[in-house]
């Protein structure tokens, strides 16, 4: 059984930095995309960014245009570890942001690509 374990969200001002870490159990953790995705209330869960496995050759991450040039995706295989680096945090980045691991090794931005979900960190920034 695979479980993903999410940290490092919190409540910040504008402007302010944020790291999440997603923790997997499990083995294979470096055959699968990992991925982040958020949750604002009374919005549908949304795609972050996706990080693909080493298994994909030339493979780069993806990064929703919403988030691009601030947020950046990244895993250490070694340590069953995917992290999510927020920089210039704004309001309308408040969310519940969940980890997930994908069904292979391939990026998608599809919720149904996804089949292990973690239980989700809370990011609040105020203005």
């Known amino acids: 059984q695979v479980r993903l374990v999410e940290s490092g969200g919190g409540a910040v001002q504008a402007g302010d930095s944020l790291t999440l870490s997603c923790v997997a159990s499990g083995r294979a953790f470096s055959s699968y995309t990992m991925a982040w995705f958020r949750q604002a209330p009374g919005k549908e869960r949304e795609f972050v960014a996706a990080a693909p496995s080493i298994i994909t050759t030339g493979g780069s991450t993806d990064v929703v245009d919403s988030v691009k040039g601030r947020f950046t995706i990244s895993r250490d295989n070694a340590k069953n570890t995917a992290y999510l680096q927020m920089n210039s945090l704004r309001p309308e980045d408040t969310a519940v942001y969940y980890c997930?691991?994908?069904?292979?090794?391939?990026?998608?931005?599809?919720?149904?690509?996804?089949?292990?979900w973690g239980q989700g960190t809370q990011v609040t920034v105020s203005s």
């Open positions: 997930a691991r994908g069904l292979g090794p391939f990026i998608s931005r599809r919720n149904e690509q996804y089949n292990y």
